[in-house]
């Protein structure tokens, strides 16, 4: 909200205060001041109100004009030269005498007054025109814009501003003012408001806040207390939980017109659009109180009263900006019978605004509850200065005072011809508000804040944001004023107005005692990531809201954003790789070969079968890498590129920097169903880790879902890319991929422990097996699992050594494997390991049709 | 034989070895000079062996005469080899020149992303305070987003946060605060309590140089018995200096949050411009850090917790923001785009 540095004078003591110390304050006191503008001219006095007494031709020039004008009742009036066209003897008019500050209008620069002589006729001030006071031309009648500002014109002018000589700058609305730009704040609707600001001001710096210097009542009886024509008299509520209180009024003898001067530069230094003296009047009063309040247009009423009733789904209003709106059961209306004028508390009609042709009007100043205006607000897809502050909550026990200002300046600024009826006030619903009562501990303050605030303090902190302070020990009784009753209901509520008021800057830092134990936190994350980026990898960070037609995603279990921002936002990913793919793809297409990236991050899995408790999602931590390009770069040799055997021995890195036991796990291809499921994997180079241990029934899955970490021992994937998807993607190079669940395999990590070195002696043996294809297609897996399970307690390590094909296409191949046994502290005999190598040669020739050349 | 004869013969088959060993231009032919004379079945060795036939009288003369022709050799074919190895090697060493300042040979050297830098940083300073990680759903219900936090339906803070929803529930949304975290953890662990919960958040806003539809948070939570408002500042102005490594000028100034009560938003002092006024501050001379506040005692009570019993606070930070003040980063897509460009300069 835009505050106004000198309306915020009008409610409270600023005397001695810059804009720049109260934007600081605000700003330590919870309403942030975002900035601070400056606006208007730079005026100085003296500027008074005169009369033109009369006017003779100068002497010496066609279009200049010798007056003389009075400034004081019963005085000589001064030899002022002019030379505007419009002046009349007669008018009122703004005088800048000698010593005064006005601008100059042909550059804006500051144009000092002096006593001067004027193609020899002396001249003692300047009549002014509106932009030589700073008054932005888009505010004065059109066909004044070159001439002298008639303050008497149109009868705008109450008689009382008008005294012979009284300062015009009060008057004025553009003196130099400061904009404070104030942050609002959601739960305080009261503080949307001059003000209310004004009462936070006060507070702030223990000022005294300002009476009210009008009274409608008096202003009333100099209009003579006239009573309306209209046969309008009723206010009709259908629930008093969507309108608690309503105020309507009707006033007549209007004349519309532009506004007062003072008021539309007010509306336009806060930004606000002006429209005409009523309707900115009504805007004026809710920026000044907070209080939205709405002007119907009393010939365009059919009826003799209003009714705030829910809208039915069949009624529509076309609303002041022109468009039709459909209403419906959710929105709270204003009706003229059947008839809808206004959606309450988000916008009126356009049937019933005011225009240039109203003479009479029902102002309405109401409030509404604060749910029903942000459902149709929102349903309509409308926000207004009104909505925002009936969605914050208005105080039913403010309305009326903000009703009567503004038929007070209605009456004052909008009359025709001085003549304005102001009917009474005609109410429905309560405007009674239950004051609230907190009891405060002064044990509480200490214990929250860290400080004690003594009671007398409270008092004076409280006291000027309208609250009640009574008592003086340990417990305090403090009435809450209505228009904070939704804001402060408990103790904490005062304590943080107390905190707020006093200051933080007067709470003293301490640490927390006592520490508590610390919990060893898991370095599985750290070991694997400085794995990676050992081996040359770097950490990508990926967007989890992924396109809808992302491949590879299990619509079956997809998380989908309903209100997503856009196509490209609109599901939750259930792997990492595609994003890392496009990733690479986007380096490659800056010219970048060599992509090596890994990522940490999380995979979202709608889950079937809700679970006790859980959000009915499974998130799973996944860890996965694209390395694409040369292996190393160097200058002395072609550089091999990166390979299958390089992206899996990675993986087999990963898992032993991570100290898992490489025995718990199993290698096998890729099947048909998980390669189409994730259409980016090479059907015949990825390898699938799982646990070397059958898979349980999955309750969370139907047989027709195929997603690879659905089943509950897979580990991960390591494989190439699919060169379709490749191609699709535009990728330039070959790149290979691998995806863990890092959750899964954290649960396989071993605690590190030395298990010695053994000194007794190692025997190293070969066993070469020969396999036929078109027999039985037998994996190293699966050899070197056999050999494992055959090979007793001694067997140290096995390790490939070779694989031999006579040529690419040839089905027949052979396989050696180094074994190397070793008993911790005894001598193994070479009886004992010939005897372990015919088991093995044995089983292999029986469970894999492995045959051995002797 | 005669004592004389037998020197004659010494004398003479040293001068040839020696003689030899001289004219010796490589270490192979030395190594054969050294069989031919001191090996096994060598001349000097089989003069030597038959020293045992001559007259008990001159032996030892002759023995004496042997050693020292043994010596003689011996010396002459070390220094003949030291001499041929060095020579040999400084050949070799000749035809080993190359250009030692050509670039060596790389592997891709692994950076680690910002946002993973900044938030372990964060981690282990709380992690140095006593405070353990603890982790929530992404994919939450409005109760942890909203509900639990103070923030019932009617609150208008609940419209500010323009919320994803999800196919899940009706209210199954995606969170927009790691505050949901600090409900969880109290749910389930009696206070005390010392958490810090990094995460990702989502919101819908449009995409631009400063804002993402999801981002990161870290939120901590601390829980004991007489935690006040003094200990919050105090915590988080430890925090905030060890963070930036130096003395950083910080403020306290209030704000509201709808699950903390009193509540602050914690200012350092701006240092692009040392809190004159630029354009990175939008001229208040003051950033933004971190939200902050002590725990509403409606949260607590809501968790089961005596707000009467226990107290403590809250706060809460923006890892893009921090990490873009602190690597001077301009774009908040930077960090999702992942340009190799970007990555490898952390
Ligand atoms: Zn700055």
Redesign the pocket.
């Known amino acids: 909200m835009k505050l106004s540095f000198d309306w915020l004078s009008e409610f409270v003591d600023l005397s001695g205060l810059t804009a720049y110390q109260v934007a600081e304050k605000l700003t330590m006191g919870a309403f942030e001041v975002e900035e601070v503008t400056i606006i208007g001219p730079d005026l100085e006095g003296p500027i008074v109100v005169g009369e033109i007494i009369e006017i003779h031709q100068h002497p010496n020039a066609d279009k200049i004009r010798l007056t003389k004008t009075r400034i004081k009742e019963g005085e000589e009036p001064l030899d002022i030269v002019c030379g505007a066209a419009n002046i009349e003897v007669g008018q009122i008019i703004p005088v800048a005498l000698p010593g005064a500050k006005v601008v100059n209008r042909h550059d804006g620069s500051a144009l000092l007054i002096k006593a001067s002589a004027i193609r020899g006729v002396k001249s003692n001030g300047m009549l002014c025109s509106p932009p030589e006071l700073g008054i932005a031309k888009n505010l004065q009648d059109p066909g004044q814009d070159e001439g002298i500002w008639i303050l008497n014109k149109n009868g705008n002018r109450a008689a009382s501003e008008l005294v012979l000589g009284s300062d015009v700058l009060p008057l004025l609305p553009s003196k130099a003012d400061y904009i404070l730009h104030v942050e609002p704040r959601s739960n305080r609707g009261d503080a949307l408001s001059v003000r209310g600001l004004a009462r936070e001001v006060a507070a702030l710096f223990g000022r005294p806040l300002k009476k009210p210097d009008w009274s409608l009542a008096d202003l009333q009886k100099s209009l003579g207390e006239k009573t309306p024509t209209s046969k309008f008299s009723k206010a009709i509520v259908e629930s008093s939980s969507d309108c608690p209180y309503i105020t309507l009024r009707v006033m007549e003898g209007i004349e519309i017109g532009p506004s007062h001067p003072a008021i539309a530069a007010r509306l336009e230094a806060i930004g606000m659009r002006t429209v005409n003296n009523v309707v900115d009047i009504t805007n004026y009063v809710m920026h000044e109180l907070g209080q939205p309040l709405h002007a119907y247009d009393a010939n365009h009423l059919k009826n003799d009263h209003l009714a705030v009733r829910r809208a039915t789904n069949s009624e529509t209003i076309t609303t002041i900006d022109g468009k039709e709106r459909k209403l419906n059961n959710e929105m709270l209306a204003i009706a003229d019978d059947d008839t809808i004028v206004g959606v309450a508390g988000v916008m009126g009609g356009k049937d019933s605004e005011i225009s240039d042709q109203t003479t009479a009007l029902v102002l309405e100043a109401a409030c509404f509850a604060p749910a029903v205006v942000r459902r149709g607000s929102r349903l309509l897809g409308l926000s207004s200065d009104a909505s925002l502050r009936f969605e914050r909550g208005i105080d039913p026990a403010s309305v009326r005072h903000a009703a009567e200002r503004a038929a007070f300046l209605i009456a004052q600024y909008c009359s025709k011809e001085g003549k304005a009826v102001v009917g009474p006030l005609i109410e429905a619903g309560s405007n009674q508000v239950e004051p609230g009562q907190v009891t405060l501990r002064s044990s509480q303050i200490k214990r929250i804040l860290g400080i004690e605030v003594s009671p007398a303090r409270i008092k004076e902190l409280l006291t000027p944001l309208g609250f009640t302070v009574k008592g003086e020990g340990e417990t305090i009784e403090v009435s809450v004023p209505s228009f904070r009753k939704e804001d402060v209901k408990r103790e904490i509520d005062l304590i943080e107005a107390l905190c707020r008021l006093n200051g933080y800057d007067a709470i003293v830092p301490s640490m927390p005692a006592a520490t508590m134990a610390v919990a060893r936190p898991d370095d599985t994350l750290d070991l694997a990531k400085n794995a990676l980026t050992g081996m040359g990898l770097s950490e990508a960070w990926l967007s989890s809201l992924v396109p809808a037609d992302q491949a590879g995603i299990d619509k079956q279990l997809a998380v989908e954003v309903l209100n997503p921002l856009s196509k490209d936002h609109q599901l939750m990913r259930q792997s990492l790789v595609p994003g890392l793919i496009n990733a690479c793809g986007y380096n490659q297409d800056r010219g970048r070969k060599d992509v090596w990236l890994f990522e940490y991050g999380r995979v979202y899995f709608k889950e079937l079968q809700k679970e006790n408790k859980s959000t009915g999602v499974r998130e799973d931590n996944h860890l996965a890498g694209l390395v694409s390009g040369q292996r190393f770069k160097s200058i002395n040799q072609n550089s091999p590129a990166v390979d299958y055997s390089l992206a899996k021995g990675m993986v087999e890195n990963l898992l032993s920097s991570l100290n898992i036991d490489e025995r718990k796990l199993a290698w096998r291809s890729i099947t048909d169903n998980e390669s189409n499921s994730m259409p980016w994997l090479h059907p015949y180079r990825t390898a699938v880790l799982t646990l070397n241990r059958p898979a349980k029934p999955n309750p969370n899955k139907d047989a027709s879902a195929t997603s690879l970490f659905e089943s509950n021992i897979a580990l991960g994937y390591v494989g190439e890319l699919h060169p379709r998807f490749a191609d699709s993607k535009g990728l330039r190079d070959k790149a290979f991929v691998f995806e863990l669940d890092i959750d899964r395999l954290k649960k396989e990590r071993k605690p590190k422990k030395f298990a010695g070195i053994a000194t007794s002696p190692e025997i190293v043996r070969d066993i070469t097996a020969d396999f036929d294809a078109t027999d039985k297609d037998v994996s190293y897996e699966q050899v070197s699992k056999l050999i494992w399970k055959q090979a007793g307690s001694n067997l140290r390590n096995s390790e490939l050594v070779s694989v031999y094909r006579a040529s690419a296409e040839s089905k027949k191949y052979s396989m050696t494997c180094r074994l190397t046994f070793q008993h911790p502290s005894e001598t193994l005999t070479n009886e004992e390991i010939d005897k372990v190598l015919t088991t093995i040669r044995e089983s292999l020739s029986r469970d894999l049709a492995a045959s051995f050349r002797l | 034989m005669e004592a004389q004869e037998f020197e004659a013969k010494i004398t003479a088959l040293v001068a040839s070895a020696l003689s030899a060993i001289d004219n010796t231009a490589d270490l192979d032919s030395l190594e054969n000079l050294r069989v031919q004379y001191l090996g096994r079945e060598g001349e000097l060795t089989i003069m030597l062996r038959g020293l045992s036939t001559l007259d008990k009288a001159i032996r030892p003369k002759a023995g004496q005469l042997g050693n020292q022709a043994k010596l003689q050799i011996e010396q002459a074919h070390d220094g003949k080899r030291s001499h041929l190895y060095d020579s040999t090697l400084n050949q070799r060493l000749a035809t080993e020149i190359i250009d030692v300042t050509t670039p060596g040979t790389r592997c891709l050297s692994g950076h680690i992303h910002p946002l993973s830098q900044i938030s372990n940083e964060i981690i282990s300073i709380f992690y140095s305070m006593g405070f353990t990680v603890a982790d929530g759903p992404e994919v939450e219900t409005d109760y942890y987003n909203f509900d639990a936090l103070n923030t019932p339906a009617s609150h208008p803070a609940r419209d500010e946060q323009d919320t994803f929803y999800t196919n899940i529930g009706p209210s199954s949304l995606l969170r927009s605060q790691t505050s949901t975290v600090q409900i969880r953890v109290m749910e389930n662990t009696k206070p005390p309590l010392r958490i810090i919960a990094p995460g990702r958040v989502y919101r819908n806003e449009e995409v631009n140089a400063r804002k993402y539809p999801l981002f990161h948070q870290v939120e901590g939570l601390l829980i004991d018995k007489d935690v006040n408002f003094g200990q919050l500042k105090g915590t988080l102005s430890a925090f905030i200096q060890a963070l930036f490594k130096k003395p950083v000028k910080i403020r306290f100034r209030p704000d509201f949050f709808p699950f903390t009560e009193p509540s602050a938003e914690l200012d350092s002092e701006?240092?692009?411009?040392s809190?004159?006024?630029?354009?990175?501050?939008g001229?208040?001379?003051w950033?933004e850090l971190l939200g902050c506040g002590m725990v509403d005692p409606n949260v607590l009570k809501g968790v089961g917790i005596d707000p009467e019993e226990w107290s403590g606070f809250a706060f809460g930070m923006g890892l893009e923001r921090l990490a873009m003040l602190k690597y001077d980063i301009n774009d908040i897509r930077n960090f999702y785009t992942n340009d190799m460009r970007f990555l490898e300069q952390f």
């Open positions: 701006c240092p692009f411009c809190g004159k006024g630029c354009k990175t501050c001229g208040r001379g950033l």
